[in-house]
């Protein structure tokens, strides 16, 4: 069975650092793509980014390039989404998602919340 | 960016009806790489729809797909309680992948 299984919520200070994580089993890490999708509170999906953890190419939605790393370990079938520094405007749920194109699985979303 | 734009916003129907939402692409759609997701409160989306008609695994056949180009359609056949949601049209053809703003179904 595929499993995307995310980090806890995080309530964060602006100006912070945070990385979250995705693990995943039940198919092999490195030959799918992985990706992260926000959903601001209330709002639709959007598409971040993704990586090909075979090779660590990653891949940006140009609205969010610069704002945050997409990085993955294949040590531990794990991918992260990393901020170096936070602001309220980051304050969304995080889900992780497998596929380049449509997106079949998906994790249970991690809330991230920054406010001062 | 394809910009998708779904309509209509919220959508009021009966258990039973006959459900169409629409997706319209600000440019076409390569290879018809568009999906549709269900969303509820408080879960992940799931896939519905993917290459703009087919079923992914588990999904039932009240759900159809069709399009092509710059207009694509979710039709949900006949309505079950379940499938009062948030609907999502996504496009993966253009980099950067972008999704529709969401239709809401409604009970009615």
């Known amino acids: 069975e595929v499993q995307l299984v995310q980090s806890g919520a995080e309530v964060k200070k602006p100006g912070e650092s945070l990385k979250i994580s995705c693990k995943v089993s039940g198919y092999t890490f490195t030959t799918s793509w992985i990706g992260w999708v926000r959903q601001m509170p209330g709002k639709g999906l959007e598409w971040m980014g993704i990586?090909?953890?075979?090779?660590?190419?990653?891949r940006y939605n140009p609205s969010f390039q610069g704002q945050v790393t997409i990085s993955a370990d294949k040590s531990i079938s794990t991918a992260y989404l990393q901020w170096s520094s936070l602001k309220a405007s980051d304050t969304a749920m995080y889900y992780c998602a497998r596929g380049y194109g449509y997106i079949d699985y998906w994790g249970q979303g991690t809330l991230v919340t920054v406010s001062s | 960016e394809i910009v998708l734009t779904q309509s209509p916003g919220t959508l009021s129907l009966s258990p039973g009806e006959r459900a169409t939402l629409s997706c319209g692409a600000s440019q076409r759609v390569s290879s018809s790489d568009l999906a549709w997701y269900q969303q509820k409160p408080g879960q992940a989306p799931r896939l519905l729809i993917f290459?703009?008609?087919s079923r992914a695994t588990g999904i039932p056949d009240r759900f159809s797909g069709s399009g092509s180009g710059t207009d694509f359609t979710l039709t949900i056949s006949r309505l079950e309680p379940e499938d009062f949601a948030v609907y999502y049209c996504q496009q993966y053809g253009s980099s950067p992948h972008t999704f529709g703003q969401g239709t809401k179904l409604e009970i009615k």
């Open positions: 290459g703009a008609s």
């Open positions: 990586i090909y953890p075979g090779d660590s190419d990653a």
